[in-house]
Protein backbone atom coordinates (compact mmCIF):
# COMPACT_ATOMS: atom_id res chain seq x y z
CA UNK A 1 0.00 0.00 0.00
CA UNK A 2 1.62 3.51 -0.77
CA UNK A 3 1.79 6.07 1.82
CA UNK A 4 -0.55 8.60 1.53
CA UNK A 5 -0.54 11.81 0.44
CA UNK A 6 -0.20 14.76 2.47
CA UNK A 7 -3.84 15.70 1.62
CA UNK A 8 -5.29 12.27 2.31
CA UNK A 9 -3.36 12.75 6.08
CA UNK A 10 -4.96 16.66 6.84
CA UNK A 11 -8.75 14.10 5.59
CA UNK A 12 -7.61 11.69 8.50
CA UNK A 13 -6.48 14.49 11.39
CA UNK A 14 -9.87 16.69 10.55
CA UNK A 15 -11.70 13.08 11.17
CA UNK A 16 -10.15 12.60 14.06
CA UNK A 17 -10.66 16.11 15.13
CA UNK A 18 -13.99 15.42 14.59
CA UNK A 19 -14.16 12.77 16.82
CA UNK A 20 -12.06 14.07 19.46
CA UNK A 21 -15.12 17.00 19.76
CA UNK A 22 -17.92 14.61 19.56
CA UNK A 23 -16.31 12.61 22.84
CA UNK A 24 -15.36 16.22 24.45
CA UNK A 25 -11.67 15.15 24.74
CA UNK A 26 -8.47 17.30 23.94
CA UNK A 27 -5.32 15.36 21.81
CA UNK A 28 -1.55 16.16 22.48
CA UNK A 29 1.45 13.79 19.80
CA UNK A 30 4.79 12.12 20.66
CA UNK A 31 6.49 12.41 17.87
CA UNK A 32 10.06 11.05 17.03
CA UNK A 33 10.43 10.04 13.17
CA UNK A 34 7.36 11.62 12.02
CA UNK A 35 9.02 14.90 13.44
CA UNK A 36 6.35 17.21 13.67
CA UNK A 37 4.26 15.88 10.70
CA UNK A 38 1.05 15.03 12.79
CA UNK A 39 1.11 18.46 14.46
CA UNK A 40 1.67 19.75 11.35
CA UNK A 41 -1.15 17.80 9.28
CA UNK A 42 -3.47 18.43 12.58
CA UNK A 43 -3.18 22.41 12.24
CA UNK A 44 -3.95 22.59 8.76
CA UNK A 45 -7.31 22.00 9.61
CA UNK A 46 -9.79 25.36 10.59
CA UNK A 47 -10.84 25.21 13.96
CA UNK A 48 -7.87 22.31 15.13
CA UNK A 49 -6.96 24.56 18.28
CA UNK A 50 -10.29 23.54 20.70
CA UNK A 51 -9.02 19.98 20.30
CA UNK A 52 -5.03 19.87 19.86
CA UNK A 53 -2.92 21.29 22.66
CA UNK A 54 0.50 20.47 21.08
CA UNK A 55 2.94 18.02 20.68
CA UNK A 56 6.40 17.08 21.48
CA UNK A 57 8.95 16.11 19.07
CA UNK A 58 11.87 13.52 20.99
CA UNK A 59 13.99 13.63 18.07
CA UNK A 60 16.80 12.36 20.33
CA UNK A 61 16.87 9.90 23.53
CA UNK A 62 17.57 12.86 25.80
CA UNK A 63 14.41 14.31 24.44
CA UNK A 64 12.33 11.33 25.02
CA UNK A 65 13.32 11.43 28.61
CA UNK A 66 13.58 15.19 29.83
CA UNK A 67 10.43 15.80 27.98
CA UNK A 68 8.15 12.96 27.74
CA UNK A 69 9.72 11.48 30.78
CA UNK A 70 10.16 7.71 29.07
CA UNK A 71 12.48 6.04 31.54
CA UNK A 72 16.38 5.86 30.49
CA UNK A 73 16.21 2.58 31.32
CA UNK A 74 13.70 1.10 29.25
CA UNK A 75 15.14 2.89 25.74
CA UNK A 76 18.34 0.96 26.96
CA UNK A 77 16.71 -2.47 27.42
CA UNK A 78 14.06 -2.65 24.81
CA UNK A 79 15.88 0.51 21.79
CA UNK A 80 14.11 4.10 21.18
CA UNK A 81 12.11 1.84 18.42
CA UNK A 82 10.12 -0.16 21.05
CA UNK A 83 6.84 -0.94 21.36
CA UNK A 84 7.05 -0.16 25.16
CA UNK A 85 9.16 3.53 24.17
CA UNK A 86 5.99 4.04 22.02
CA UNK A 87 3.55 3.36 24.91
CA UNK A 88 5.93 5.35 27.09
CA UNK A 89 5.64 8.35 24.93
CA UNK A 90 2.13 8.46 24.40
CA UNK A 91 1.90 8.40 28.42
CA UNK A 92 4.40 11.06 28.76
CA UNK A 93 2.59 13.53 25.73
CA UNK A 94 -0.97 12.76 27.79
CA UNK A 95 0.74 13.96 30.99
CA UNK A 96 2.92 16.55 30.18
CA UNK A 97 0.57 18.47 28.05
CA UNK A 98 -2.68 17.12 30.36
CA UNK A 99 -4.43 15.66 27.07
CA UNK A 100 -7.28 13.68 26.90
CA UNK A 101 -6.12 11.56 24.34
CA UNK A 102 -2.17 11.11 23.07
CA UNK A 103 -0.87 9.54 19.75
CA UNK A 104 3.15 8.86 19.36
CA UNK A 105 5.39 7.71 17.14
CA UNK A 106 8.99 5.72 17.23
CA UNK A 107 10.36 4.39 13.84
CA UNK A 108 13.19 4.62 11.64
CA UNK A 109 12.70 6.49 8.30
CA UNK A 110 15.76 6.03 7.28
CA UNK A 111 17.79 6.15 4.93
CA UNK A 112 20.97 5.28 7.93
CA UNK A 113 19.40 3.74 11.37
CA UNK A 114 18.67 0.37 10.46
CA UNK A 115 20.18 -2.15 12.70
CA UNK A 116 20.13 -6.07 13.87
CA UNK A 117 16.58 -6.59 14.22
CA UNK A 118 15.88 -3.19 13.86
CA UNK A 119 15.29 -2.67 10.01
CA UNK A 120 14.75 0.83 8.04
CA UNK A 121 11.05 0.98 8.16
CA UNK A 122 10.50 -0.40 11.67
CA UNK A 123 7.45 1.71 13.58
CA UNK A 124 5.79 1.76 16.65
CA UNK A 125 2.89 3.64 16.43
CA UNK A 126 0.70 3.95 19.86
CA UNK A 127 -2.58 5.63 21.33
CA UNK A 128 -2.96 6.62 24.86
CA UNK A 129 -6.47 7.39 26.77
CA UNK A 130 -7.72 7.20 29.77
CA UNK A 131 -8.89 3.83 29.65
CA UNK A 132 -5.50 2.25 28.39
CA UNK A 133 -3.41 1.76 25.11
CA UNK A 134 -3.10 0.57 22.16
CA UNK A 135 0.32 -0.01 20.24
CA UNK A 136 1.21 -1.52 16.37
CA UNK A 137 3.89 -2.69 14.64
CA UNK A 138 4.63 -1.89 10.91
CA UNK A 139 7.79 -2.27 8.62
CA UNK A 140 7.48 0.25 5.96
CA UNK A 141 8.93 -0.09 2.89
CA UNK A 142 9.64 3.65 1.07
CA UNK A 143 11.77 6.25 1.09
CA UNK A 144 11.98 8.42 4.36
CA UNK A 145 9.61 10.87 2.91
CA UNK A 146 7.24 8.19 2.41
CA UNK A 147 7.51 6.57 6.05
CA UNK A 148 7.11 9.43 7.61
CA UNK A 149 3.69 9.66 5.95
CA UNK A 150 2.31 6.57 6.52
CA UNK A 151 3.31 6.54 10.37
CA UNK A 152 1.62 9.43 10.34
CA UNK A 153 -1.52 7.95 9.11
CA UNK A 154 -0.88 4.66 11.02
CA UNK A 155 -0.92 6.74 14.74
CA UNK A 156 -3.72 8.88 13.03
CA UNK A 157 -5.90 5.86 12.16
CA UNK A 158 -5.25 4.16 15.36
CA UNK A 159 -6.62 6.76 17.39
CA UNK A 160 -9.69 7.08 15.15
CA UNK A 161 -10.32 3.48 15.34
CA UNK A 162 -9.71 3.45 18.88
CA UNK A 163 -12.71 6.25 19.56
CA UNK A 164 -14.95 4.66 16.63
CA UNK A 165 -14.67 1.41 18.90
CA UNK A 166 -15.72 3.10 21.98
CA UNK A 167 -18.97 4.09 20.42
CA UNK A 168 -19.48 7.52 19.22
CA UNK B 1 5.63 37.01 -2.44
CA UNK B 2 3.93 33.66 -2.35
CA UNK B 3 4.19 31.63 0.62
CA UNK B 4 7.07 29.06 -0.20
CA UNK B 5 6.40 25.91 -0.90
CA UNK B 6 6.99 22.52 1.06
CA UNK B 7 9.77 21.47 -1.19
CA UNK B 8 11.57 24.93 -1.14
CA UNK B 9 11.14 24.62 2.88
CA UNK B 10 12.74 21.38 3.05
CA UNK B 11 15.90 22.93 0.95
CA UNK B 12 15.90 25.78 3.16
CA UNK B 13 16.23 23.59 6.25
CA UNK B 14 18.75 21.67 4.67
CA UNK B 15 20.60 24.96 4.02
CA UNK B 16 20.66 25.59 7.94
CA UNK B 17 21.53 21.83 8.50
CA UNK B 18 24.31 22.29 7.17
CA UNK B 19 25.08 25.83 8.64
CA UNK B 20 24.56 24.47 12.07
CA UNK B 21 26.67 21.42 11.28
CA UNK B 22 29.41 23.66 10.27
CA UNK B 23 29.09 25.69 13.25
CA UNK B 24 29.02 22.81 15.83
CA UNK B 25 25.65 23.64 16.99
CA UNK B 26 22.21 21.95 17.85
CA UNK B 27 18.62 22.79 17.29
CA UNK B 28 15.43 23.21 18.91
CA UNK B 29 12.26 24.43 17.38
CA UNK B 30 9.00 26.03 19.53
CA UNK B 31 5.53 26.09 17.59
CA UNK B 32 2.76 27.56 18.12
CA UNK B 33 0.85 28.04 15.04
CA UNK B 34 3.29 26.28 12.84
CA UNK B 35 2.08 23.41 14.67
CA UNK B 36 5.01 21.26 13.57
CA UNK B 37 5.69 22.28 10.35
CA UNK B 38 9.25 23.13 10.92
CA UNK B 39 10.03 19.90 12.97
CA UNK B 40 8.60 18.48 9.64
CA UNK B 41 10.71 20.02 6.76
CA UNK B 42 13.67 19.60 9.26
CA UNK B 43 13.33 15.78 9.34
CA UNK B 44 12.57 15.29 5.88
CA UNK B 45 16.56 16.00 5.33
CA UNK B 46 18.06 12.60 5.44
CA UNK B 47 20.83 13.16 8.72
CA UNK B 48 18.80 15.59 10.34
CA UNK B 49 19.17 14.05 14.12
CA UNK B 50 22.84 15.05 14.25
CA UNK B 51 21.79 18.77 14.68
CA UNK B 52 18.12 18.57 15.55
CA UNK B 53 17.59 17.59 18.83
CA UNK B 54 13.37 18.09 18.56
CA UNK B 55 10.70 20.61 19.40
CA UNK B 56 7.76 21.70 21.58
CA UNK B 57 4.55 22.33 19.57
CA UNK B 58 2.84 24.51 22.07
CA UNK B 59 -0.34 25.42 20.36
CA UNK B 60 -2.93 26.21 23.95
CA UNK B 61 -1.57 28.71 26.26
CA UNK B 62 -1.30 26.35 28.74
CA UNK B 63 1.48 24.49 26.88
CA UNK B 64 3.64 27.70 26.52
CA UNK B 65 3.90 27.90 30.14
CA UNK B 66 4.01 24.26 31.47
CA UNK B 67 6.34 23.11 28.19
CA UNK B 68 8.66 26.38 27.53
CA UNK B 69 8.50 27.72 30.46
CA UNK B 70 6.73 31.28 29.23
CA UNK B 71 5.73 33.35 32.03
CA UNK B 72 1.73 33.39 31.98
CA UNK B 73 2.24 36.91 33.01
CA UNK B 74 3.92 37.76 29.57
CA UNK B 75 1.03 35.93 27.74
CA UNK B 76 -1.86 38.01 30.36
CA UNK B 77 0.31 41.50 29.39
CA UNK B 78 1.19 41.08 25.54
CA UNK B 79 -0.50 38.04 24.56
CA UNK B 80 -0.02 34.66 22.94
CA UNK B 81 1.00 36.53 19.56
CA UNK B 82 3.70 38.92 20.74
CA UNK B 83 7.59 40.13 20.19
CA UNK B 84 7.82 38.68 23.98
CA UNK B 85 6.16 35.69 23.79
CA UNK B 86 7.82 34.58 20.91
CA UNK B 87 11.29 35.17 22.26
CA UNK B 88 10.43 33.51 25.51
CA UNK B 89 9.50 30.15 23.53
CA UNK B 90 12.85 30.45 21.41
CA UNK B 91 14.35 31.04 25.14
CA UNK B 92 12.34 27.67 26.35
CA UNK B 93 13.39 25.66 23.96
CA UNK B 94 16.94 26.42 24.03
CA UNK B 95 17.20 25.63 27.66
CA UNK B 96 14.22 22.48 27.87
CA UNK B 97 15.61 21.04 24.46
CA UNK B 98 18.99 21.40 25.45
CA UNK B 99 20.13 23.04 22.40
CA UNK B 100 22.61 25.52 21.33
CA UNK B 101 20.47 27.62 18.92
CA UNK B 102 16.38 27.71 19.15
CA UNK B 103 13.45 29.03 16.61
CA UNK B 104 10.32 30.15 17.89
CA UNK B 105 6.94 31.04 15.64
CA UNK B 106 3.84 32.18 16.88
CA UNK B 107 1.05 33.83 15.35
CA UNK B 108 -2.69 33.91 13.78
CA UNK B 109 -2.66 31.24 10.99
CA UNK B 110 -6.21 32.20 10.52
CA UNK B 111 -9.42 31.92 8.86
CA UNK B 112 -10.37 33.10 12.67
CA UNK B 113 -8.64 34.20 15.38
CA UNK B 114 -8.05 37.68 14.57
CA UNK B 115 -8.26 40.80 17.28
CA UNK B 116 -8.31 44.39 17.07
CA UNK B 117 -4.56 45.30 16.57
CA UNK B 118 -3.81 41.52 16.09
CA UNK B 119 -4.93 40.63 12.77
CA UNK B 120 -4.82 37.22 11.01
CA UNK B 121 -2.01 36.71 9.74
CA UNK B 122 0.50 38.22 12.08
CA UNK B 123 3.13 36.39 13.36
CA UNK B 124 6.59 36.62 15.55
CA UNK B 125 9.44 34.51 14.51
CA UNK B 126 12.76 34.86 16.97
CA UNK B 127 15.80 33.08 17.00
CA UNK B 128 18.14 32.41 20.38
CA UNK B 129 21.55 31.28 20.90
CA UNK B 130 24.26 31.55 23.47
CA UNK B 131 25.09 35.09 22.64
CA UNK B 132 21.32 36.76 22.34
CA UNK B 133 18.12 36.92 19.96
CA UNK B 134 16.43 38.28 17.33
CA UNK B 135 12.75 38.72 16.36
CA UNK B 136 10.83 39.99 13.59
CA UNK B 137 7.42 40.78 12.74
CA UNK B 138 5.40 39.68 9.70
CA UNK B 139 1.54 39.78 8.79
CA UNK B 140 0.87 37.39 6.40
CA UNK B 141 -1.54 37.60 4.25
CA UNK B 142 -2.54 33.81 2.56
CA UNK B 143 -4.70 31.26 4.04
CA UNK B 144 -4.18 28.73 6.82
CA UNK B 145 -1.85 26.69 4.91
CA UNK B 146 0.26 29.57 3.30
CA UNK B 147 0.40 31.78 6.50
CA UNK B 148 1.92 28.43 7.97
CA UNK B 149 4.17 27.64 5.27
CA UNK B 150 5.71 31.57 5.37
CA UNK B 151 6.14 31.48 8.69
CA UNK B 152 8.16 28.42 9.20
CA UNK B 153 10.16 29.96 5.63
CA UNK B 154 11.04 33.53 7.99
CA UNK B 155 11.91 31.29 11.18
CA UNK B 156 14.63 29.05 9.36
CA UNK B 157 15.49 32.10 7.08
CA UNK B 158 16.15 34.37 10.42
CA UNK B 159 18.26 31.57 11.86
CA UNK B 160 20.32 31.10 8.89
CA UNK B 161 20.95 34.97 8.74
CA UNK B 162 22.20 34.94 12.11
CA UNK B 163 24.38 32.08 11.76
CA UNK B 164 26.11 33.95 8.19
CA UNK B 165 26.31 36.73 9.93
CA UNK B 166 28.42 35.32 12.87
CA UNK B 167 30.92 33.94 9.92
CA UNK B 168 30.92 30.69 8.67
Given at each position: MPAPASE???VLAARLLAACRRHGL???AAE???GGLIGHVLTEVPGASDVFVGGI???GDGAKVRLLAVAASE???HGAVSEQVALAMADGARERLRAD???SVTGIAGPSGGAPGKPVGLTFVAVADARGHDVQRHVWS???SANKRASAGAALSLALERLEASGS
Open positions: ALVTLASCTVSYIARLAVGDR
